[in-house]
């Protein structure tokens, strides 16, 4: 079993700064993917941004260049940086973990973007 806690979230103005953390614990395989979605009130879960544990990114549209994924294998910790945060971006952020044949989940974290 695989447990996710996250930490980071808040409340912040538009065009401020957060930065999110989540630290992975258990059994984890080395080769992994981890990550962020968010989902807002009444909408889907969003991909956010991936990272591979070899360092392969991938983000969403809505985020390029203003969010940074980045991990730290020695930790089994991810951390989302988010820049420039719009009121659009104001959601619950959930930490992801990939491994072979499971998924996990943390129980997320609010991030609200005033206007």
């Known amino acids: 079993q695989v447990q996710l806690v996250e930490s980071g979230g808040g409340l912040v103005q538009a065009g401020g700064s957060l930065r999110l953390s989540c630290a992975a614990s258990?059994?984890?395989?080395?080769?992994?993917?981890m990550g962020w979605y968010r989902q807002a009130p009444g909408k889907q879960r969003e991909l956010v941004a991936l990272v591979s544990s070899g360092g392969m990114t991938n983000y969403a549209d809505s985020v390029k260049g203003r969010f940074t994924i980045s991990r730290d294998n020695t930790k089994n910790t991810v951390y989302l940086q988010m820049n420039s945060l719009k009121p659009e971006d104001t959601s619950v952020y959930y930490c992801?973990?990939?491994?072979?044949?499971?998924?996990?989940w943390g129980q997320g974290t609010q991030v609200s973007v005033s206007s």
């Open positions: 992801t973990l990939r491994g072979p044949g499971n998924t996990y």
């Open positions: 258990g059994r984890i395989f080395s080769m992994n993917v």
